[in-house]
């Protein structure tokens, strides 16, 4: 058991350890992660992406990570608070409009 910080809500509190949970549940046993292995996290700043980048660093895979965040203000935080991340390894989202790979619109079927 840990005490949870007096700055923590109750629910922030009981998700904590889930964000964690799924991390490690998708970098281990969905993706079976291992040693030299290149890893992709989409919404690196989220709990869960800091939670992969924290897991991923700590396996020695530091190197092999790129994240992606939804915006400049997510980007220069992440590279803040983990030094070892290179800026080149941490994506700005482009919007759909400008890439046109993000989104899909989806068709209206035609009725009889």
Not at 34 to 40: A, I, K
Not at 45 to 60: D, E, Q, S
Not at 92 to 108: H, Y
């Amino acid at each position: 058991l840990r005490r949870i910080p007096d700055s923590w809500s109750f629910e922030e509190g009981a998700s904590f350890m889930v964000q964690g949970l799924t991390a490690i549940y998708g970098l281990r046993k969905l993706g079976n992660i291992q040693q030299g292995d290149s890893v992709l996290i989409s919404s690196g700043a989220g709990g869960v992406g800091m939670f992969c980048l924290k897991i991923c660093h700590a396996l020695g895979l530091g190197a092999s990570c790129v994240t992606t965040v939804s915006s400049e203000g997510k980007r220069r935080f992440l590279i803040d608070k983990f030094p070892w991340l290179q800026p080149q390894q941490v994506i700005v989202r482009e919007r759909a409009t400008n890439i046109g790979i993000w989104r899909r619109r989806s068709r209206k079927k035609s009725t009889p």
